[in-house]
T-cell receptor, first 116, second 115 residues
Framework: DADVTQTPRNRITKTGKRIMLECSQTKGHDRMYWYRQDPGLGLRLIYYSFDVKDINKGEISDGYSVSRQAQAKFSLSLESAIPNQTALYFC???????????????FGPGTRLTVL | RKEVEQDPGPFNVPEGATVAFNCTYSNSASQSFFWYRQDCRKEPKLLMSVYSSGNEDGRFTAQLNRASQYISLLIRDSKLSDSATYLCVVNKGRGNGGSQGNLIFGKGTKLSVKP
């Protein structure tokens, strides 16, 4: 089945460490997204990419960077992790859209990151 | 006004009950609307899209009122397996910065169905 996968699924790290979260998809979708979810705050967009050469900041990009290595791969890096980056991180994909037809997003299983 | 606003709940209902969730959105230029379901510690999954004419999928009915910028989800004959958090989702729309195709997620309404 076409799918969205994330690695690792759980990670505990220390303040100041560099962390990379990886996302792969077999759906053939153009668009990929990184979100974080915190209790009481809902899902917030960190970065999104419409294709390999198109990377855009979301609402909370500070402290994060991304790389779109291929259409199917989109990784999120925390250059120097801090405790308030402890959260559940989701990758998502969607097909190309036009203004009349915004399509759903498909989510990976999430990565639970704890920064001590 | 928040971009997408929902009652956080929790809604605690007995099996068989009918429960309704409401959601309001701030950008009148938004044109795509969804309800997602999220189980505890799992990823959000699309429950149903919401169309202007209203739509039904089994026990679930979604309604959209563009004039009031209001979306609803009705669940009839609740099952234990309906226990989850329900996320109201709206596309960003024009004039709000970013891509109008990006989705804005409400914080979710938690439903707990009891035996």
């Amino acid at each position: 089945d076409a799918d969205v996968t994330q690695t690792p699924r759980n990670r505990i790290t220390k303040t100041g460490k560099r962390i990379m979260l990886e996302c792969s998809q077999t759906k053939g979708h153009d668009r990929m997204y990184w979100y974080r979810q915190d209790p009481g705050l809902g899902l917030r967009l960190i970065y999104y990419s419409f294709d390999v050469k198109d990377i855009n900041k979301g609402e909370i990009s500070d402290g994060y960077s991304v790389s779109r290595q291929a259409q199917a791969k989109f990784s999120l890096s925390l250059e120097s992790a801090i405790p308030n980056q402890t959260a559940l991180y989701f990758c998502a994909t969607s097909v190309r859209v036009d203004w009349k037809n915004i399509n759903e997003q498909f989510f990976g299983p999430g990565t639970r990151l704890t920064v001590l | 006004r928040k971009e997408v606003e929902q009652d956080p709940g929790p809604f605690n209902v007995p099996e068989g009950a009918t429960v309704a969730f409401n959601c309001t959105y701030s950008n009148s230029a938004s044109q795509s609307f969804f309800w997602y379901r999220q189980d505890c510690r799992k990823e959000p999954k699309l429950l149903m899209s919401v169309y202007s004419s209203g739509n039904e999928d089994g026990r679930f009915t979604a309604q959209l009122n563009r004039a009031s910028q209001y979306i609803s989800l009705l669940i009839r004959d609740s099952k234990l397996s309906d226990s989850a958090t329900y996320l109201c989702v709206v596309n960003k729309g024009r004039g709000n910065g970013g891509s109008q195709g990006n989705l804005i997620f409400g914080k979710g309404t938690k439903l707990s169905v009891k035996p």
